[in-house]
């Protein structure tokens, strides 16, 4: 099947589009002259990226450029990416280029072309923006509900007189118990020794009645 079904519409800033047809089996696109579409940019690589085609279906993928590819905006690696009619490519920042079909190109001019496509993402950008989430703000819920009490609303209430007649008398307290008292030993008093010189008095033998 001709691989000339789609072509790459290639737009650089202040510059007209210029579109080439997809021939053969791949397409090498890059800012060196032996590549199949030449792009004269400074941050387009040498060897930027290639387009595969393959029937009815184009994939692109990046050689390893130094300021990247983006399909859709995506990032393109070294796998690739399969590419639709009309879809946007970007090589490095400022090079833009679109993939679209013998069939658009006949229907219109390159440059409605190129708008609608523009216009078509921005569109699926802003419907996949998050949404940012509205949290309501939290009311305060009603004193009563909460078993808040104002101050100012409560009212002094009769003084009841305390009952004392179920109350019983703490229990005494227990001593803990004493310990006997042991006595202690007495010290030894000495003897006194007699006196020297002194002669002990002697004692008087008992008298016995004469014999007969």
């Avoid at 032996?34 to 792009?39: A, E, G, L, R, S």
């Avoid at 085609?53 to 995506?74: C, F, P, Q, R, Y």
């Avoid at 609608?116 to 989430?133: Q, R």
């Avoid at 109350?167 to 005494?172: G, L």
């Amino acid at each position: 099947m001709s691989s000339k079904l789609f072509s790459l519409i290639v737009s650089i800033s202040k510059q007209a589009p210029v579109t080439h047809e997809l021939s053969g089996d791949s397409v090498s696109v890059g800012r060196g002259p032996d590549n199949d579409i030449q792009i004269l940019v400074s941050e387009v690589s040498v060897k930027h990226a290639e387009l595969k085609i393959d029937g009815n279906s184009v994939s692109i993928s990046d050689l390893g450029s130094t300021n990247g590819t983006k399909a859709n905006g995506e990032s393109v690696e070294e796998g690739g990416v399969e590419l639709a009619s009309k879809s946007k490519m970007v090589f490095g920042e400022t090079a833009l280029a679109y993939l679209v079909s013998a069939e658009d190109l006949a229907g219109s001019p390159v440059e409605d072309l190129i708008e609608s496509i523009d216009k078509a993402e921005e569109t699926a950008a802003k419907n996949t923006e998050p949404i940012a989430a509205v949290v309501a703000p939290v009311e305060p819920k009603a004193a009563a509900a909460s078993g808040a009490t104002d101050a100012s609303t409560i009212k002094p209430t009769s003084v009841q007189p305390l009952k004392t007649g179920g109350v019983k008398p703490p229990a005494p307290a227990v001593r803990a118990p004493v310990a006997p008292r042991v006595p202690q030993p007495v010290a030894p008093v000495p003897l006194e020794r007699p006196r020297s010189g002194a002669v002990p008095k002697a004692v008087p033998l008992p008298k016995f009645p004469p014999k007969p």
